[in-house]
């Protein structure tokens, strides 16, 4: 088995205790940080199909996304350059009754590295938490908003026209596994990213006019 494929297996099992030391071998052994991050994300593919599929359930889950965390906390400093330039402050969170939060975090990170300083609002954050932050934080140009579960997304619907009625001077990106470029348009959103290296791109192509 390849290191990569060690990997993918550990966030599989949930080997939380294991995960930090494997990804460190692997990049030790000279793989790149962006495919030891993808075979981690292949895993929780792996872990959402058998959950579907009813022969694992939300404890598995957890397990899994627990050790995928600490596999992309070795990965960190290797995944976000390091940026000089500012682009503003960006708002982020994940919607209202979703508690998902590891394709939130690879955001915030890469939009961090690309030049913005992160407010996190963290996981279940309401329409109007996400205005109020958007509103008193210092020079807010963006505010994302990740979702996962379509049961919520009407609740990125609902916080993309909050801001927009606002009148506030952002742009809002949305992005999360069921999101599509046509859901983003259809909701009022200013852009659509499919994934955290692309949203980075996106954000700044926002900011900048
Ligand atoms: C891990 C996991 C959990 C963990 C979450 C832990 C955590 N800290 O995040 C726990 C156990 C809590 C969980 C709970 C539930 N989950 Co869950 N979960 C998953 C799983 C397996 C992986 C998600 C993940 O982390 N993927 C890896 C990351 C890197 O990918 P990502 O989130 O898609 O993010 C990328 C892009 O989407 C994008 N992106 C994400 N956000 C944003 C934001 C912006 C602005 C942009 C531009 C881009 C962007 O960039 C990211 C990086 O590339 C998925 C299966 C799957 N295939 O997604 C199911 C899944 C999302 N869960 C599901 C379900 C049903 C649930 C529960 C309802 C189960 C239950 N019966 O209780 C609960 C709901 C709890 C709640 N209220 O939120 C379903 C959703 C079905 C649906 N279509 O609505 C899925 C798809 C599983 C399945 N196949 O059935 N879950």
């Known amino acids: 088995m390849s290191k990569l494929q060690e990997v993918k297996a550990m966030v599989e099992q949930g080997k939380t205790k294991l995960i930090a030391g494997k990804v460190q071998e692997a990049l030790d052994e000279g793989n790149k ?45 290797h995944l976000a350059g390091e940026s000089t330039s500012s682009l503003g402050t960006c708002v982020i969170g994940t919607v209202e009754g979703d508690l998902h939060d590891i394709g939130k975090n690879l955001v915030a990170m890469m939009l961090e590295g690309t030049g913005f300083n992160i407010v996190d609002m ?24 990740s979702g996962l579960l379509t049961t919520t997304m009407p609740k990125m619907e609902e916080t993309v026209k909050l ?47």
Request: zero cysteines.
């Open 33 to 77: 940080a962006e495919d030891i991050l993808q075979s981690m994300i292949d895993a929780m593919g792996v872990i959402g199909d058998r959950f579907s599929a009813g022969e694992i359930f939300v404890p598995e889950m957890l397990i899994a996304a627990k050790a995928m965390s600490l596999g992309v906390d070795v990965l960190k400093p």
């Open 122 to 145: 963290g996981v279940d954050v309401s329409p109007e938490k996400f205005l109020n932050a958007a509103k008193e934080n210092k020079d807010v140009k963006l505010v994302a908003l």
């Open 163 to 209: 801001i927009k009625d606002s009148g506030l001077p952002v742009k809002v990106i949305v992005g999360g596994a069921p999101v599509s470029e046509e859901y983003a348009a259809q909701i009022g959103a200013d852009g659509y990213a499919p994934d955290a290296g692309s949203a980075a791109v996106k954000a700044k192509e926002l900011v900048n006019g």
